[in-house]
């Protein structure tokens, strides 16, 4: 009997948050790895976008596959046809005929879910339409993984946060948040101020404490979203609700990443850990991430996000998530806090996928490792490369590039360069890749390669 992944890769944020994304509606390609399911040929896929997807970069992730036809076969393409930087579930809610469509390839199959990007009411109303379980949390239980729901459950586990303040819902309260903690810090802090429901570090403000004054909005505060203004932002927080905290900018601050899933019977599995790579102002935007986190905080990491992890099954969550953290040098032990939950797959999810599946690597948790033929993969992997240079370029080209220089992966040794976000390459120039070696100079050499390989074929 088949059983049946409905893929819903909805990035269901607030519009204004979406907007900040350069070609944001091709962000719901980076699911297709799940393709890679099709392996088994008691699998079938509905993948669903808002776009239609280009068939080369259909055929590129089944090429990965044994029998690629015979997948093809077993897979579904469902799209809307709506460019629209909105929710896909929100586009979905409005065209019944085509939830009747998506439940009647259900029909008849032994088992079903729905795989979310993230869970909101719409994913929920989405599932019980076509009559499938959800694999994520309940609606209700979401709040625990926004930045104040995220200070919460590390309190709740012992996890050290930074100083501050959560469940702001007001610029008055936000203002007697960021006061009390210039009392508290010392001279020449900085703060951050964090809405609750931002991603990719794009719904966030620096704010410079020596500064401070009466009313915040007299402040000197800088946007970390360029289209960013008070207006927009004053009605975020009255909507959705922020936190305030210090913003640490010791030299050689690290942001490692945990990601983990709790099953269906409630049983935490440790997934990954990641060192992100951050950019732009004050280093507050996610750019890429490298496997593993590095040894000296690594187990550390695992230790706390286990400990959240718990607190979080104990609430009932299920579903894949991950935990951000700040690593701060310095004295005889590294400091540690906590940043935030995301209650949702990551920007690290499906490099880790990706490569898992790809290699038939297994994640050891003590080691932090993951091993394929007997030895460690390492990877570097972005979501932003992105160069003017790139414009034109199709995503046919740019995967033939990647093969006449040798760096497409190669199943003998496991390793070589996976482009994701190729959508968004010929229009915008920006793609995604997951570089994969057996060292991480390796990695970063192959991500170099890789760089010029697609520069040099652009006509």
């Not at 033929?373 to 080209?397: C, H, M, V």
């Amino acid at each position: 009997m088949i059983t049946t992944m409905v893929v819903l890769p909805s990035l269901t944020f607030p519009v204004k948050e979406l907007r900040k994304i350069v070609a944001i509606q091709h962000y719901e390609e980076r699911m297709l790895c799940w393709l890679l399911e099709l392996s088994d040929p008691d699998v079938q896929v509905i993948y669903v976008s808002s776009v239609r997807i280009n068939p080369a970069i259909i055929d590129y992730y089944l090429g990965f596959l044994d029998d690629p036809v015979n997948a093809a076969e077993r897979l579904h393409l469902v799209s809307v046809d709506d460019v629209e930087p909105r929710p896909l579930s929100a586009k979905l809610l409005e065209r019944p005929e085509v939830l009747a469509d998506i439940r009647g390839l259900v029909f008849g199959t032994s088992a079903a879910c729905v795989l979310p990007f993230n869970v909101t009411a719409l994913e929920a109303e989405v599932a019980r339409i076509i009559e499938v379980p959800l694999y994520g949390p309940r609606p209700d239980l979401i709040p625990l993984g926004s930045k104040s729901g995220s200070r919460t459950i590390a309190r709740e586990a012992g996890v050290p946060i930074l100083p501050g303040a959560e469940d702001l819902t007001s610029v008055e309260e936000v203002e007697r948040a960021l006061f009390r903690l210039k009392e508290d810090l010392p001279a020449g802090v900085s703060a951050v101020i964090k809405l609750n429901n931002g991603f990719s570090g794009q719904g966030n403000a620096i704010v410079e404490l020596d500064d401070l004054t009466t009313p915040l909005t007299g402040s000197s505060v800088t946007f970390c979203a360029r289209e960013e203004t008070w207006a927009s932002f004053k009605d975020t927080i009255i909507r959705e609700g922020a936190v305030v905290e210090e913003l640490v900018r010791s030299p050689g601050v690290l942001s490692p990443s945990v990601q983990m899933k709790i099953t269906s019977d409630h049983r935490l599995e440790m997934l990954s850990t990641h060192d992100q790579i951050l950019g732009g102002l004050e280093d507050q935007v996610y750019l890429g991430c490298r496997f593993p986190a590095s040894r000296p905080y690594r187990t550390a990491i695992q230790d706390h996000a286990r400990r959240m992890g718990e607190a979080l099954a104990s609430r009932g969550v299920i579903g894949s998530f991950g935990i951000d953290f700040i690593v701060v040098p310095g004295g005889a032990e590294l400091r540690i806090y906590v940043s935030e939950i995301n209650l949702r797959l990551g920007g690290t999810s499906h490099p880790f996928y990706t490569v898992s599946r790809l290699t038939g690597g297994r994640y050891d948790v003590g080691s932090g490792e993951l091993t394929a033929g007997g030895r460690p993969k390492l990877y570097i992997a972005t979501d932003n490369l992105q160069s003017r240079k790139l414009i034109g370029l199709s995503a046919s080209e740019a995967i033939g590039a990647l093969e006449r220089r040798g760096l497409g992966y190669d199943q003998t040794s496991r390793s070589g360069v996976v482009l994701h976000l190729l959508g968004a390459l010929e229009r915008y120039g920006k793609a995604g890749a997951t570089c994969i070696g057996d060292s991480a100079e390796e990695a970063d050499a192959m991500y170099a390669g890789m760089v010029c390989a697609l520069e040099d074929a652009v006509v």
